[in-house]
C-alpha cells in the first residue's frame, strides 16, 4: 500500500507561480509512474501529467496534456519519494483540485486516471485575483 499526500495548493494571482508536492509513504518512486490529475467543479478529473518509472524503456519522461505544456513540469527529488509539480504561468481555468497517483510500473496511457492505483487526498488551488 502506497500512501500520497499532496500539499503546496493555495490561492495565487493569475500569471503566479505554485509549486505543488506529493510525498509518498514508499523507499523510491523508481518502480512506479506518477501522475497529475485534476478536477474544477462541475468538471470531470483530467490528467495533467504523468512522471514515467524510471525502469521502463521511456525512462523518465514525462508526459502533459495540452493545456499545460510549457507552464508545468513535473520532476522528481533526488531522494525519489517526493514529485513536484511546479505550475507557472496559472490562469483562473487552472483552478481545480489536484491530486497525485501512483501506479507500478505503468504500462497503459499515463493521463488516464483508470490506470492509478494509489491516490492523495488532493489539494486546492485556486487562481484568482
Known amino acids: 500500500q502506497v500512501q500520497l499526500v499532496e500539499s503546496g495548493g493555495g490561492l495565487v494571482q493569475p500569471g503566479g507561480s505554485l509549486r505543488l508536492s506529493c510525498a509518498a509513504s514508499?523507499?523510491?518512486?523508481?518502480?512506479?509512474?506518477v501522475g497529475w490529475f485534476r478536477q474544477a467543479p462541475g468538471k470531470e478529473r483530467e490528467g495533467i501529467s504523468c512522471?514515467?518509472?524510471?525502469?521502463?524503456?521511456?525512462?523518465?519522461?514525462?508526459y502533459y496534456t495540452d493545456s499545460v505544456k510549457g507552464r508545468f513540469t513535473n520532476s522528481r527529488d533526488n531522494a525519489k519519494t517526493t514529485v513536484y509539480l511546479q505550475m507557472n504561468s496559472l490562469k483562473p481555468e487552472d483552478t481545480a483540485v489536484y491530486f497525485c497517483?501512483?501506479?507500478?510500473?505503468?504500462?497503459?496511457?499515463?493521463?488516464?486516471?483508470?490506470?492509478?492505483?494509489?491516490w492523495g487526498q488532493g489539494t486546492q488551488v485556486t487562481v484568482s485575483s
Open positions: 497517483a501512483a501506479r507500478w510500473r505503468l504500462m497503459g496511457p499515463p493521463l488516464s486516471e483508470n490506470e492509478y492505483d494509489y
Open positions: 512522471l514515467i518509472n524510471s525502469d521502463s524503456s521511456t525512462d523518465g519522461s514525462t
Open positions: 514508499v523507499d523510491t518512486l523508481d518502480y512506479y509512474a
